[in-house]
Structure formats: C-alpha cells, structure tokens
C-alpha cells in the first residue's frame, strides 16, 4: 500500500487532517489496521450469542452460552440455545427405519440461522488472530511482533538492519520503507457521526477476490483509529449470510475493542423460512479466570454460523 511501513508507532503518529489537505484514505485504514493490533484480550472469556429473527411479524430470538479461549483461539459453544431448550421438539406419527435408513420425516432443527461459533474478538480480515499470553509473560509481545512482521511482508528478521544503499557517496539514504500491494482501492466518503463518535467513512472496493476480502465501508474514529462500524459484502462461512451484506457495530470494554452485533441488511431465506431481518447479538461479555467450559474447538457442522479465519 502507498507508503505503508512497517513501524505500527509511525502510522500512530501520522497528522490525519494535518492543514487544510483531504486526509489520505490509505492512512486513515492503515491507522484502523494498527488500532487492532494493539488490542490485547483477557485469556478466557465467556459470553451469550443472540440470533434474533423476524418472521412476519413475530420476532423470536435464542442465545448460545459460548466461551473464548484466547490462547489458542478455540471457541467453545452450547450447541442446544436456551429457545431449544423453552420448546423442545415433540415428534409426532411414526419415524420409520429400513435397514438403517430413517425414511419417515427427519426431524427439523430449531436454529433459525445456524449455531454461532462466533468469538466477538474478530477483526474481519483487518488484523490476524494474535494469541493471548498468561498473565505476567512476555510471549505476547513476540507474537505480536511476530504478527505485525508476517502482515506487513516485513523480509528482515529481528535485530538485522536492511541493506544499505548502494547508491554514490553523495547520495544519503534517509528513509527504508516496506512497500506491499493494495488489497483494496480506497475512498475517503466524509466525516459521519456514529454512536457519539465522529468517524471518518471510508470506501473499499476489493481488487481480487471480493468473496474474501469482504470489507465494503468502514467507519474509523478521527482520534483513536478504531473502528465502530463497517459494511461488508456477505458474512460467515457458508449458508444465507452469505448472500446478503451486513453491518457491523463495535464496542468499548474496559478499553478493548470487541464486536457488538452483526445485522443481515436484507431479508434472509433460511430452510424454508424467510426472515425479514436477522441480528446476531454478543451479550454479557465477561472475562474470567477459570472457564467453566472445555476450552477446545467443536466439530463444525453443517448447520453453523462461522467466521472465515
């Protein structure tokens, strides 16, 4: 990207709407990308996933009791939400098997959209997963420089200099920037207000490859560089959320960064149903000590919500 370097403190200090020049849209994006990596998560976190869908004019919601290990990465989910739970499937007539093979009417799944395996610590494609380190080690810190180098292509290993120019005697070199291409092509919209926060809006156009890099608007915060809101082309992994784009809204806790809802911004026709709107909700986020879960990855199945990595 045009003048991306490696030192994530340069982008920091970078005057976004220094004199009376429009700020650069490149570095007002590079500026959100080194907002995420600077946030660093408790290891252990648990938290309620909400689906809540509106059908007609009935509105239904069941939420997931999840956990985040932050460590590894895992995420830990109670496949049965407590809706399944208020109003268990009662089978009705009889459900036939012929050697082995069910051949009456199986039996329908109770979640609207899918079951979450969603962590609300996702960045979406704006920063790789940084694992968490114990409290009181240093090992965070390597693996976030280890990360910052693998996402900026930076080709010299700790502690070596790069090259020096070979250019004549005359000549001094002042300045060694890592240079990478464009993932997106950028457009600076304006200044918008969202959630009390004055946010530059940005424009993103991928130039490859739009079913992964997804990004569409961003909403970047003038000040700190974090991002309260985006826009994206499609979401999770597979199923109807792909078909739709969403929005995204962020939020503040004890000074970290964590997703707070993802909303489908057209209808949604899951099995059979069709969903005027569709919220995916993170709720009563807490950190904790000891998680009371397994803190291992389920089996992904065929009816989940999942995030790309």
Known sequence: MLGRVLCLAVLSALTLGAGNAAP???????QAESFWFSQSYPPYLE?????????AAIARVERYASGFDAMDGAIWVDPVSDYEQAHPYVPHGINVSILGMNVGKPEPSIDFVGVPILTPTYSFGMAPFIAAAPPGSAESARQLVAAIRRAFHDPYPPG???????A??????IAHAVVTRRIYDITLLGVEGVDGHDCYHLRLSPRQDPGRYRLRDLWVDEGSGATWRLREALNFVEGPGTTVPWTVRFDNIAGVQYVADESADAPLRSRGATYSSVV???E???AVTIPQWNPISITPQSNTLREPE
């Open 280 to 282: 995916v909700r993170f």
């Open 168 to 173: 004549p005697n005359h000549l001094l070199e």
């Open 160 to 166: 070596r200099a790069p090259p020096r120019s070979a």
């Open 24 to 30: 650069d849209p490149y570095v007002i994006y590079d």
């Open 284 to 286: 009563g986020l807490h």
């Open 47 to 55: 938290y309620h996933v909400a689906v809540e869908v509106r059908e």
